[in-house]
């Protein structure tokens, strides 16, 4: 209307009602002062006489709409995004997608700039679309924006969103095209012209100040940051790195850097993986997140993840940003972060968490080293009592009291922990154990010395208890075993009877006459400051000799340094530390209990030991009886499981052959005047020698038999000797050194012998009261076997032909190996019916057995079956068709010349058979066939 008043030309106004184009046309008639009379007119030119100006019209639209990139129609009543046209990949043209703002959201964060994201998604907001749509002429609203383009440069679009109403309906026309100064040749002289003329003079001087504190910034992360990272070109070539970069790999500075690519540098073990990510930055613009690899950082490959970005000189791709991080320090950081929760927040002392972690390394030493490690367990058991008396504060003084003095000792300060109440616990490696007693006992003095907690007086007696890391499985067993031996030591209040208890005074000559060893020894030196006469003359020591202020390693156990056993780090004033060692000049097993005496003003080891031999003898003799029995028991009962006799045989010798550590048990058996090895167990990393001892003249045993004593038993302990002793006599199998040979017999009858060959020498007295008594029931199970077998026998045989029964030919086809042809030849005994009932049961019954027999007599790898009656079954192992039908012809020439007719069918085939009665049926009709043929007839 405006532009109509002003020239006062037409005016014409084309565009789009209900799907149909409508053209508006304006004339100013006349008009002063505001008020205009106009004729308006309207042509809808998609009419027939139109039709020509429409087409017209679409040709132009359809050309303009080439100057957009995309177009776009969304519906904010159904929250419909219509794609019209689009050069995105991802959206398909024609395609409608529910939900506006989270596609205009995903399309802002992958592809509009930065600095432009918050203004863009402001810009389509429908409101602000309506709100500056409403005072445009052209129901729009435009703006321009950086969007990244496929090779990760940035490039600056046009959007321009118009109102749209249909029907009484809004919605957005949104369109985007290149901006004009994308494309213009001559931008760089007409942008200043441009600027000037839209007043913008003062831009450069404006942000002169921020480029200058960027630049500050940007130096201070290179000199001070801990960040490792550096910058590159479109080449992928270093142009600078940071401070902290050139520490890490031990550069002095960049300039061997600059320049060059990483595989000019060949610092990377995977570098095909850094190479794409990098090329994926600089041609994609991509940011690649946590690129995991190796790299060589002087010398050693370390495990680094890198993260790259593009680097952006207004909306193009000038290089790549990097930093990466080194796995193994990031770890370690995290573990300083972790080491944060393993300290206890009222004394400053790790927690019981901490203690753990600290286990877990001594642990670690212990299994992979051998390194031990000493635990101690600490309390004050006043402490509860104070601490509910006094309230709080003053058991918070008290507690850090106690802690203080904990800490002044230096061998429990770096790993002393809190656990709760007055309770600490402490791990220290066992090398500081030499001089440990003498701090622990400062120790008790030093809390014993704490009189006074601000205004209030207290008594405290420090309790405590000592575990070798080697006396648990693992740290919860060692704690165990703390916690009882505190418990024992807060119910004998040793800690309290060092300052309180009752004392008893000994005088030295007591001792002089006991019958035990006795002995005070300097801790510190190792040296004798006193030995019983008991202990001297077991040493083989003089009554003149005196061995005061030699030292003990030398005298007691002939050593030129201190026992590695020796148990002086391990004792206390309140109470004894029991062990067991070994006279080295009697050969005498002691008993030995050991404490700390005081003595001239300083502490003394103070030792008794008592002889045990003659109780370990005693029950020794009462332990061989005991092992005796059980053992046999466990032989006898593995035995008896077994429902083969032949496995519980077998078993039975493996077991006996671990019990006595033994390198082979056998069984031998007797065949007329020969015995054969007919059951053997042997060590894994020796061979089966059973084979090679078969059919041995029982005259060349003559020795060994005449060995065996009234309990049938023969116990070589020297076996080459006895060989020598013995001319003649040959074990038969090679080196044996000591052997336990049993008489096996029943009823009075040889059956053969058993031997354990080379049991351990601790097992060998112990292997002939074992087997004296297993070698009676080991008869009875070779008698067993023998029942078994022939009870099995009878089951598989048919009792009239002694050849195969039905349940025989069952499991002798179990034991056919895959692979083979078989031959099985059916055979059916004609007139056998007849025969009974005129000749009798007799005639019938010796004219089967005379065919079983001829069957037998058959030469090859063959079985014979009687499935029943008058029917028979003959297996030929090997056989293919013209060996099968050789058989065939052979047994039909035999039963002709006994006089006896046998209707007889054959197949061949390969094991395995899938389903042996379609076998049987078709030999069963070729049986058939041929007694058709005997009897001239088809048999019924």
């Known amino acids: 209307m405006d532009e109509l008043i002003v020239s006062s030309q037409e005016q014409v106004v084309t565009y789009i009602e209900e799907d149909h184009y409508l053209q508006l046309h304006l004339g100013l008639i006349g008009g002063t002062q505001g008020r205009y009379l106009c004729r308006a007119w309207i042509y809808n030119i998609a009419d027939a006489r139109e039709d020509k100006e429409a087409h017209r019209i679409d040709y132009l639209l359809r050309n303009i709409l080439q100057l957009y990139k995309g177009l776009y129609y969304l519906n904010p009543q159904d929250d419909t995004f219509e794609v019209i046209k689009t050069v995105m990949p991802n959206w398909a043209q024609g395609q409608a997608q529910l939900g506006i703002l989270r596609l205009l959201t995903d399309y802002a964060t992958r592809f509009v700039h930065d600095d432009d994201r918050k203004r863009f998604l402001a810009f389509l907001d429908f409101d602000n679309v309506r709100r500056q749509a409403g005072k445009s002429q052209t129901k729009s609203t435009g703006s321009v924006f950086r ?90 070539r270093f142009a600078g790195v940071s401070q902290a970069f050139l520490d890490y790999y031990g550069l002095k500075d960049e300039k061997s850097l600059i320049g060059k690519t990483d595989e000019d540098i060949g610092w990377h073990i995977q570098g095909k993986k850094y190479e794409e990510a990098e090329w994926a930055v600089l041609e994609k613009g991509e940011v690649t997140h946590c690129v995991v690899g190796e790299c060589l950082v002087q010398g050693r490959p370390h495990r680094i993840a890198a993260t790259k970005f593009p680097i952006y000189r207004g909306r193009r791709i000038i290089g790549l940003l990097g930093y990466f991080e080194d796995l193994e320090y990031a770890d370690a950081r995290q573990a300083r972060l972790r080491q944060r929760s393993f300290v206890d927040d009222v004394t400053g002392l790790l927690n019981f968490r901490g203690l753990l972690q600290a286990a877990d390394e001594y642990g670690e030493k212990y299994r992979r080293y051998g390194r031990d490690y000493t635990c101690v367990l600490l309390e004050v058991p006043a402490y509860e009592a104070l601490f509910q008396e006094y309230g709080d504060e003053v058991g918070q003084k008290l507690l850090q009291a106690i802690t203080q003095q904990l800490m002044a000792f230096h061998t429990l300060n770096e790993t002393l922990a809190h656990l709760s109440g007055s309770r600490f616990c402490c791990i220290i490696p066992k090398t500081i154990d030499d001089d440990f007693r003498n701090k622990m006992l400062s120790l008790v003095d030093a809390i014993h010395g704490i009189t006074n907690i601000g205004d209030y007086s207290c008594t405290l007696y420090l309790q405590y208890a000592v575990a070798q890391g080697s006396e648990g499985q693992n740290f919860d067993e060692v704690m165990m075993l703390l916690r009882k031996r505190l418990n024992e030591v807060n119910e004998q209040q040793y800690g309290q009877a060092i300052y309180i208890g009752d004392r008893l005074v000994f005088d030295k000559e007591k001792f002089d006459k006991l019958d035990e060893e006795v002995s005070i020894i300097n801790p510190d030196t190792y040296e004798l400051v006193y030995v019983n006469e008991y202990m001297q003359k077991s040493y083989g020591l003089s009554n003149t000799y005196s061995c005061v ?55 003394y080891r103070f030792s008794m030991a008592v002889n045990i031999d003659p109780y370990i003898s005693h029950d020794l003799a009462e332990n061989n009886v005991i092992f005796r029995e059980v053992m046999a028991n466990e032989v006898i009962a593995i035995g008896m499981r077994e429902a083969n006799p032949d496995v519980g045989l077998q078993k039975m010798l493996e077991k006996i052959g671990h019990s006595l550590q033994a390198e082979r048990v056998l069984i031998f058996e007797e065949q007329g005047n020969q015995v054969s090895a007919t059951y053997e167990w042997h060590q894994e990393n020796l061979q089966p020698a059973a084979h090679t001892v078969q059919h041995i003249p029982i005259n060349s045993l003559r020795p060994l038999y005449d060995t065996f004593d009234a309990k049938q038993m023969a116990i070589i302990e020297d076996a080459p000797e006895f060989i020598r002793t013995h001319p003649g006599f040959h074990p038969y199998i090679p080196g044996v050194h000591r052997l336990v040979s049993g008489h096996l017999t029943q009823s009075g009858k040889s059956l053969g012998f058993t031997e354990v060959i080379n049991p351990s020498a601790l097992a060998f007295k112990s292997a002939g009261l074992l ?60 007139g056998l019916k007849q025969i009974n009932d005129t000749q009798g049961h007799e005639v019938g019954d010796q004219l089967i057995r005379q065919a079983a027999q001829i069957m037998k007599n058959l030469t090859g790898d063959i079985a014979v079956f009687r499935m029943g009656g008058d029917e028979f079954i003959i297996v030929a192992k090997d056989a293919d068709e013209a060996q099968a039908q050789r058989l065939v012809n052979d047994l039909r020439a035999r039963y002709r010349s006994s006089g006896i007719s046998m209707a007889l069918g054959y197949i061949v085939c390969q094991t395995p058979i899938a389903n042996i009665d379609d076998v049987l049926s078709q030999v069963d009709k070729k049986m058939y066939a041929d007694k058709e043929r005997i009897y001239g007839r088809r048999h019924p």
């Open 549 to 603: 202020g030699e030292k003990c390693y030398k005298i007691l156990a002939g050593l030129d340094a201190p026992c590695q056993d020796c148990i002086n780090g391990q004792l206390r004033r309140d109470c004894f530390y029991t062990t067991a060692r070994r006279n080295r000049k009697t050969g005498q097993n002691l008993l030995m209990r050991a404490t700390l005496i005081p003595w001239q003003g300083k502490n």
């Open 771 to 830: 087997l004296s008594t297993l070698t009676l029931f080991l008869a009875i199970m070779l008698r067993n076997r023998d029942i078994f077998r022939s009870l099995e026998s009878i089951g598989t045989t048919d009792q009239l032909t002694g050849v195969g029964n039905r349940r025989g030919f069952a499991e002798y086809r179990q034991t056919l190996p895959d692979g083979i042809s078989l031959a099985f030849i059916f055979g059916d005994l004609n």
């Open 147 to 236: 969007i990244k383009q496929a090779d990760g440069s940035y490039r600056w679009t046009v959007y321009l969103a118009m109102l749209l109403c249909n029907g009484g309906r809004q919605g957005v026309l949104l369109c985007c095209r290149d901006d004009i100064w994308e494309t213009a040749r001559d931008r760089k002289s007409l942008l200043p012209i441009l600027a000037t003329s839209l007043g913008l003079h003062e831009l450069e001087p404006v942000r002169q100040p921020y480029f200058r504190i960027l630049r500050e910034l940007c130096q201070a992360m290179i000199r001070y940051s801990d960040i490792k990272f550096f910058w590159k070109d479109r080449k992928r």
